[in-house]
């Protein structure tokens, strides 16, 4: 890296880090306790939320994985993640966000008890640490590994094991009000990065014109029926499912929401972090295709696309602000994914299932001693996603988490639309899902059904389940969905 890079690299952590401590400070004398630790004492904006939302999202698995997905065939049509879950993050707003600012919960899988029972809680709160810590924080991980190894030469496993130990030190001394603050600079600097990497992009290739002519057949947003990557069936069949997930009952995400300060702050901030989703065509998956045109003969790996044209391109001092933003980026990603894993890990687990009288005092230290677990286990996982066989990060962490989707969806769709549903429903329902799911993903070369009708199949079959038990079995009394809790001190939130 050019010594004005490495200047711009290190000042801007310097500020990041900066703003973050001094924000997130106590008043003196006051002792940290599980909301402030976990929640960031309930009281975020929704300006931090909407861009906190973005930069827990946004980071070198879309860089990486989803650059690399338009670099590697499946082109404009990958951003029907984004472009999608910008209007369900609106809809959840609207929708489910309310319910649960109302019962006061700290994380998705307490819903599930004051529906269900603790049996449901403690099934989900399993499932969901297990993907957290096989799954996503393996690819976020590997993808910063990737990134580094492309930028600064570094062998993979090292990069990994770097990346683990920063954001286990900002998520550990943090919290949650911390890692907010942190994503309001690194957020914008992450949308900005990628906007200019867009245009200096266009402006090597030759402009608008010479792009789309191109990439002409690059630029669709629907593929056909028989595209193995995403064919525009999946899109009508399991995609909303894995919407519903992903901004409305994802503790990543939604612990923002559960943090709000009040409920208009939680929706605001949805909305806002929708809005920025639009730019993830532009800033992210453009970037993939020009990469591609530019230096296809130089990528030995797709996953490099992204990294790529940031070392080829951008102009020394710019090139480090950029990279401050992507390594912001995976630290932010991983803290928050870090964050909601302990959370669930202490609240949903360890208080619900083991200690009930523990103290704040032992459930924040616990907090901090499963994230260094969590860590652990992940970075031993990562460096093994460079093989070939996992079909590139982006698909790796799609096809994956299909084993926590159709349960616990129909879980929390149950609990709203069978309002008779009984106990037995919802914990069949997150049993079910990823039995039903892992048997179509065995049966894969006998049926070859992409993986998102997969979803929607296990979908059915455990919505199916749930309607024959509410009705053969109904529960005696119309339930609430609510644990008739209020935030303390928010008359409105009501």
């Known amino acids: 890296m050019h010594t004005l890079s490495i200047v711009s690299f290190i000042l801007f952590f310097v500020v990041v880090i900066g703003l973050s401590v001094y924000k997130s400070r106590r008043a003196k004398g006051a ?30 698995e879309q860089m990486v994985g989803m650059a690399g997905s338009a670099a590697g065939g499946v082109g404009l049509a990958v951003s029907s993640w984004q472009l999608l879950g910008s209007v369900f993050i609106v809809i959840v707003s609207m929708t489910l966000l309310p319910r649960f600012l109302r019962a006061g919960i700290y994380t998705m899988p307490e819903f599930l008890e004051y529906r269900y029972n603790a049996t449901a809680r403690s099934i989900m709160a399993i499932l969901t640490v297990i993907i957290y810590a096989v799954v996503m924080l393996p690819a976020v991980l590997y993808s910063g590994g990737v990134t580094l190894e492309a930028i600064v030469g570094i ?29 309001l600079v690194q957020g914008l600097a992450l949308i900005a990065g990628g906007l200019l990497v867009f245009f200096f992009g266009l402006k090597a290739i030759g402009g608008w014109g010479a792009f789309s ?43 923002r929401n559960l943090a709000a300060k009040t409920l208009r702050d939680g929706q605001l901030g949805m909305i806002f972090a929708g809005a920025l989703w639009l730019l993830v065509p532009f800033a992210i998956v453009m970037p993939g295709l020009m990469a591609n045109q530019l230096y296809g003969d130089d990528l030995a790996n797709t996953d490099a696309a992204f990294p790529t044209l940031i070392k080829k391109l951008i102009p020394p001092g710019i090139s480090g602000l950029i990279y401050a933003a992507i390594a912001g980026a995976v630290t932010s990603t991983l803290a928050s994914l870090l964050n909601s894993s302990s959370t669930i890990a202490t609240m949903d687990i360890y208080r619900n299932m083991i200690n009930r009288q523990a103290s704040e005092k032992q459930l924040v ?43 616990v969806v129909a879980a929390f769709l149950g609990a709203f639309l069978l309002p008779k549903a009984p106990p037995l429903a919802g914990v069949l329902a997150l049993v079910l899902g990823p039995l039903f799911y892992g048997l179509l993903q065995l049966t894969q070369k006998q049926h070859e059904l992409f993986f998102l009708h997969q979803v929607l199949i296990a979908f059915v079959g455990v919505s199916l389940v749930m309607l024959v038990l509410t009705i053969v079995s109904p529960f005696p009394k119309l339930a609430d969905c609510r644990s008739g809790k209020r935030l303390p001190l928010k008359p409105n939130l009501s």
């Open 365 to 407: 230290a616990l907090g901090r001693i499963f994230t260094v677990v969590v860590v652990a286990i992940a970075s031993v996982i990562a460096p093994q996603l460079a093989r070939p066989e996992f079909n590139g990060v982006f698909a790796f962490i799609q096809q994956f988490q299909g084993y926590i989707w159709p349960g």
């Open 155 to 183: 062998e993979l496993w090292q990069g990994v094991i770097l990346i683990g130990l920063v954001g286990m030190i900002y998520s550990t001394f943090g919290g949650l009000k911390a890692i907010a603050w942190a994503d």
């Open 31 to 60: 002792s940290e306790d599980s909301s402030d630790f976990f929640l960031g004492g309930r009281s975020l904006t929704w300006p931090l939320i909407g861009i906190s939302i973005v930069a827990a999202n946004i980071s070198t």
């Open 213 to 255: 002519k191109e990439n002409a057949d690059q630029l669709h947003m629907f593929l056909p029926a028989d595209n193995k990557d995403l064919p525009w069936t999946g899109l009508l069949s399991g995609m909303w499912i894995v919407m519903i997930y992903y901004c409305g009952l994802n503790q990543f995400i939604v612990q």
